[in-house]
């Protein structure tokens, strides 16, 4: 699974990162610029972005409807969903290009956000995979909207896609919310420096 990140952008309308002569602050302490992951022909290195924008904790859904060419489930995970507005309610994600499963999903009327929990693990790993029946063994119900509302998860929501804009090697949707609602009850599936955790609201540790 990808890993996204917004572009930061100084008041002047700059981007916000530093210049080599510039130096960071921890602490109110000067600190010297780190190394440059910068490639000869000045792009960023890939392993590093993922590297460093892995310790941004996200919470991973899986998006589902009903293929309206077959009448299948069809459904792919995702951990770049984010609420975009309260009014008109909007929520957004992204799909990679290269997904053949958005095609599916994206040729509904309605497609179907569920919040996965943290015992969801391997559901997740079956949404995200490439071909195959991504629901076979899997429990779920109709949501309004009449797509799969996968057993275990903590909320789903029904929405329309109104919007989709090319971003590099993805698409962001934007998707209008048509009815939403809480389901299981448990802690979320919390994906972090590329690996699968749960979030304990009980200690200062968080997640672990």
Not at 102 to 112: C, E, I, L, S
Not at 150 to 162: P, S
């Amino acid at each position: 699974m990808s890993t996204h990140a917004a572009r930061l952008i100084t008041p002047d309308g700059g981007r916000g990162l530093p210049t080599p002569h510039q130096r960071r602050i921890r602490n109110g302490a000067a600190m010297p610029p780190g190394p440059s992951h910068h490639s000869p022909n000045g792009h960023l290195d890939s392993r590093r972005f993922r590297q460093v924008l892995g310790r941004f904790a996200t919470g991973v859904v899986a998006i589902t409807a009903v293929d309206p060419l077959d009448g299948q489930p069809c459904g792919l995970a995702a951990n770049s969903f984010t609420s975009v507005s309260l009014d008109p309610p909007l929520v957004a994600f992204c799909v990679a290009y290269t997904s053949t499963s958005w095609p599916k999903v994206r040729g509904a009327k309605v497609v179907t956000v569920n919040v996965l929990s943290e015992d969801q693990q391997p559901v997740c790993a079956q949404m995200a995979a490439k071909g195959g029946d991504k629901f076979a063994g899997l429990e779920w119900t109709g949501s309004p909207g009449g797509n799969p509302v996968l057993d275990g998860a903590l909320a789903w929501i029904d929405c329309a896609v109104e919007a989709e804009h090319p971003a590099g090697d993805h698409v962001i949707v934007v998707a209008r919310v048509l009815q939403l609602d809480t389901y299981a009850e448990g802690g979320p599936l919390v994906f972090f420096r590329g690996a699968y955790g749960s979030f304990d609201g009980s200690s200062d540790e968080g997640a672990r």
